[in-house]
């Protein structure tokens, strides 16, 4: 089971780091979004350039997954006028085109690293924590605490309270409340979570899920008024009791 390890990147001020992801085909910024978000980061997306480019306006993102090829104009001129509010914004750009003149005119427009379709979503997460911290943008922050409504989950130290009162989980269990906790009031569906807190090569049915849901809550919610819901045929979601 892979354990999520890597510190948590943060802004300086201690926000969530914002990131926004720019591509025009919907499954891939979807699927992008939702592996950054696990990051505990705070993502917005948009599909095409004058929706990004308004985006970043309203947004100001801390650093942009930004695609070459989109259906109203290019990347490059994207990032262009970003940067024209933003000159130091960060961009990792993701591109079909391998071509080395393709790489120069990127780089001459101001664009930070690249990233090759087909890729991995680790590799997009990766190389987007590597330029932020190379740009000077975040800071890993030590000891960071999830919190929702009077749940709190220390990823550093592993311990678990609500309302004051502590919380023994395995590591199963501590894996999902934090899937769950980095998505408050966000349906998780069992693909979702099979994915992100088992792995994609799990061997098991969705019912584990299930299972591990159950024990989540007769932790979590036994006695108390409840946080972990079940939307029929969607998935399941946390959020704050009341």
Same mark, same amino acid.
């Given at each position: ?35 950054? !978000? ?41 990032? #262009? ?76 130290? #592993? ?36 994915? !992100? ?46």
């Amino acid at each position: 089971m892979p354990v999520n390890t890597r510190p948590e990147l943060r802004r300086p001020d201690g926000q969530p780091v914002r990131v926004l992801v720019v591509d025009d085909e919907p499954t891939l910024a979807e699927l992008v979004t939702l592996a950054l !978000r696990y990051e505990g980061w705070d993502v917005r997306s948009a599909l095409d350039g004058a929706t990004a480019v308004r985006t970043a306006r309203e947004f100001k993102p801390d650093a942009v997954v930004l695609d070459v090829m989109l259906p109203d104009f290019d990347g490059l001129e994207v990032l #262009r006028r970003m940067r024209a509010e933003a000159d130091s914004l960060p961009v990792l750009f993701l591109t079909a085109k391998d071509a080395v003149e393709d790489r120069i005119a990127g780089l001459t427009a101001g664009g930070d690293d690249y990233v090759t379709k087909p890729f991995s979503v680790e590799e997009v997460v990766l190389r987007l924590r590597a330029l932020m911290r190379r740009t000077g943008v975040t800071e890993a922050n030590a000891g960071a605490a999830l919190v929702v409504g009077d749940l709190t989950l220390d990823e550093d130290t #592993r311990e678990v309270f609500r309302g004051g009162t502590e919380i023994t989980l395995t590591a199963t269990e501590f894996e999902l409340l934090r899937f769950l906790m980095r998505n408050p009031r966000r349906v998780l569906s069992k693909t979702q979570i099979l994915d !992100r807190v088992w792995n994609y090569d799990f061997g098991g049915q969705a019912n584990i899920v299930e299972l591990y849901i159950s024990y989540l809550r007769k932790k979590i919610d036994a006695g108390r008024e409840p946080m972990i819901h079940t939307m029929r045929g969607a998935g399941y979601v946390l959020k704050p009791a009341g």
